[in-house]
């Protein structure tokens, strides 16, 4: 195994580490603290975006999800190019 491609699996693995660690502490802390949920979803069909949000805090959410979603684009077009 060459040493970048040693490097990138150890990059890998600690990403899902910190992504399982993440869960577990949101997870903890729903249980322990009773807390409400937000939540957002966009879903683009050929540039007709679907958006749906639940919760006390959907606007902020979909706001987010909506940022998150234009910047996504914008890189995917800005590496195309």
Do not use: N
Request: proline share 2%; no cysteine.
């Amino acid at each position: 195994m060459t040493s970048v491609s040693g490097v990138a699996l150890k990059l890998f693995f600690l990403g899902f580490f910190l992504m399982f660690a993440g869960v577990l502490v949101l997870l903890v802390a729903a249980l322990l603290g009773g807390a409400s949920v937000s939540g957002a979803a966009i879903v683009v069909v050929w540039f007709i975006p679907v958006v749906v949000g639940v919760g006390p805090y959907a606007f902020f959410a979909v706001l987010i999800a909506a940022i998150l979603t234009i910047v996504a684009f914008v890189v995917f077009v800005w590496m195309r190019k």
